[in-house]
Nanobody
Framework: VQLQACGGGLVQAGGSLTLSCAAS????????MAWFRQAPGKEREFVAA???????YYEDSVKGRFTISRDNAQNTVYLQMNSLKPEDTAVYYC????????????????????WGQGTLVTVSS
């Protein structure tokens, strides 16, 4: 499975961006997908996840501002980001869980098998 993330860019605080993550290869809608981010000098951190049944989970700081969704027909996962803040500045990575219909959300990067290359989001104040 190959993941290709795109949609990053420079935006002013309060603005919006939508990230996309297209999957190719042996894809399957029964696997959970997630977005992580990594700011300079910091560890990679969980942002949002969506399971096979489309249930979602968010990190507290993005709740109410970010929305994760998936289009299984297009093998694509999205992250709609609204009301962006300077502290949202980071490289954003999409990740795929190799576990068939995982019954719980995984918040640690080490549990994800597939990774996209990252897309930079910069929020200016």
């Amino acid at each position: 499975v190959q993941l290709q993330a795109c949609g990053g860019g420079l935006v002013q605080a309060g603005g919006s961006l939508t990230l996309s993550c297209a999957a190719s290869g042996r894809t399957n809608s029964n696997y959970a997908m997630a977005w992580f981010r990594q700011a300079p000098g910091k560890e990679r951190e969980f942002v949002a996840a969506i399971r096979a049944g489309s249930s979602t989970y968010y990190e507290d700081s993005v709740k109410g501002r970010f929305t994760i969704s998936r289009d299984n027909a297009q093998n694509t996962v999205y992250l709609q980001m609204n009301s962006l803040k300077p502290e949202d500045t980071a490289v954003y990575y999409c990740a795929g869980d190799g576990t068939f219909r995982a019954s719980y959300f995984k918040l640690q990067p080490r549990y994800y098998t597939y990774w996209g290359q990252g897309t930079l989001v910069t929020v200016s104040s």
